[in-house]
T-cell receptor, first 116, second 111 residues
């Protein structure tokens, strides 16, 4: 079946611009996660959705970052007034969201954001 | 902060077993050990997880010490395609909490 997909795969923007990154989770997965990965580091958590609501947004670095999931499926990560330090790979993951023994997060390929 | 420590890098000859260690000395009784790997330019891929018993699936085996303070991921016959960064993570499985990644072990499989 289809995995987690993310678009665009690459995004180049200029400092100060606004960007949107999209994530399509695996069908039926109620939990959706955003992570950010800088070069040479492991992924860092940003935000987690259970259905339409953000259950944990403690990883968002500042108020320039915002994410939505209006219908409980597709999610969009929005970054305002981009800065060069926002350059990273943005990863999306989804899981069933039931919290059982087989709760596993499945990751998409990521969006590589470069802010010039 | 990550609750695990792993060697920065390891090498393994193709066809040999790759044994990747992980130290998680502060693990709690309700925390599982998870392993993910990340091949260059791809998202992390789930490999295996376990609580206290050894586990095996089609990808790997997981050996957890009796005191649960450390574990070893075993790739029985490493191939060049197993070259990746391997992350050991501890988490409570009965919730949907975030994963906390460390810097992982970079495994290089050579011919």
């Amino acid at each position: 079946g289809a995995g987690v997909s993310q678009t665009p795969s690459n995004k180049v923007t200029e400092k100060g611009k606004y960007v949107e990154l999209r994530c399509d989770p695996i069908s039926g997965h109620t939990a959706l996660y955003w992570y950010r990965q800088s070069l040479g580091q492991g992924p860092e958590f940003l935000i987690y959705f259970q259905g339409t609501g953000a259950a944990d947004d403690s990883g968002l670095p500042n108020d320039r970052f915002f994410a939505v999931r209006p219908e409980g499926s597709v999610s969009t990560l929005k970054i305002q007034r981009t800065e060069r330090g926002d350059s990273a790979v943005y990863l999306c993951a989804s899981s069933w969201g039931q919290g059982g023994d087989q709760e596993t997060q499945y990751f998409g390929p990521g969006t590589r954001l470069l802010v010039l | 902060d990550a609750k695990t420590t792993q060697p920065t890098s390891m090498d393994c000859a193709e066809g040999r077993a790759a044994n990747l260690p992980c130290n998680h000395s502060t693990i709690s009784g309700n925390e599982y050990v998870y392993w993910y790997r990340q091949i260059h330019s791809q998202g992390p891929q789930y490999i295996i997880h376990g609580l206290k018993n050894n586990e095996t699936n089609e990808m790997a085996s997981l050996i957890i010490t009796e005191d649960r303070k450390s574990s070893t991921l075993i790739l029985p016959h490493a191939t060049l395609r197993d070259t990746a960064v391997y992350y050991c993570i501890v988490r409570v499985v009965r919730n949907t909490d975030k994963l906390i990644f460390g810097t992982g072990t970079r495994l290089q499989v050579f011919p």
